[in-house]
């Protein structure tokens, strides 16, 4: 079972629709719950960072943790054009060393 | 407050070669951790450095290597390379390597 799944296969919305992304982990030493945004040929940002079980808002994106099932979720609100990227769950398990999924292609329609 | 900094951001290299890839991390941050990026692997996991100290590896051949500077500054250093090695290599800064990791821009790696 590979640590980290998340299903690569891309997504495309309307602009205004809902996005909802997400990721399972087998790997109980992960500590820290993190989405990442990577737009084609630039370094991923940090969108979505929390450590616990439950909801964390920041404005239009929520990340959801589920720490009894591995299981994590981020979705984005009134989808823009400009939220199209590729998306990158991931996971600290120690010392800046990052799991991350393979990342789902978003891309929003205008 | 300026961001991760990674040189050159594009670099050409023939088969056999050497390259050295530079990062400097945000100010105060002194945990540099970094990562190879293909279509194929997605991210994975190469090394990182703390107070100059690798605390970390990955699985990844003795060809790649790394060091950090007492400025927090790091490089990383891939020899004989191959064509596998095409890649986007990212480096991540953190406060000191339990907190959120911020990224630089990568530096593309071509070889030839």
């Known amino acids: 079972q590979k640590e980290v799944e998340q299903d690569p296969g891309p997504l495309s919305v309307p602009e205004g629709a809902i996005v909802s992304l997400n990721c399972t982990y087998s790997?109980?030493?992960?500590?820290?719950f993190m989405w990442y945004r990577q737009y084609s040929r630039k370094g991923p940002e940090l969108l979505m960072y929390?450590?616990?079980?439950g909801n964390k808002e920041d404005g239009r994106f929520t990340a959801q943790v589920d720490k009894s099932s591995k299981y994590i979720s981020l979705f984005i609100r009134d989808s823009q054009p400009s939220d199209s990227a590729t998306y990158l769950c991931?996971?600290?398990?120690?010392?800046?060393?990052?799991?991350f999924g393979k990342g789902n292609q978003v891309v929003v329609i205008p | 407050k300026a961001g991760v900094t990674q040189t050159p951001r594009y670099l050409i290299k023939t088969r056999g070669q050497q390259v050295t890839l530079s990062c400097s991390p945000i100010?105060?941050?002194?945990?540099v951790s970094w990562y190879q990026q293909t279509p194929g692997q997605g991210l994975q996991f190469l090394f990182e450095?703390?107070?100059?100290?690798?605390?970390n590896k990955g699985n990844f051949p003795g060809r790649f290597s790394g060091r950090q500077f007492s400025n927090s500054r790091s490089e990383m250093n891939v020899s004989t390379l191959e064509l596998g090695d095409s890649a986007l290599y990212l480096c991540?800064?953190?406060?000191?390597?339990?907190?959120?990791?911020?990224f630089g821009q990568g530096t593309r790696l071509t070889v030839v």
């Open positions: 790997n109980s030493a992960f500590q820290y």
């Open positions: 991931a996971f600290l398990y120690g010392n800046n060393r990052l799991a």
């Open positions: 929390t450590y616990s079980s």
């Open positions: 100010s105060g941050h002194r945990s």
């Open positions: 991540a800064s953190s406060l000191n390597g339990n907190t959120e990791a911020f």
């Open positions: 450095y703390f107070s100059e100290t690798q605390r």
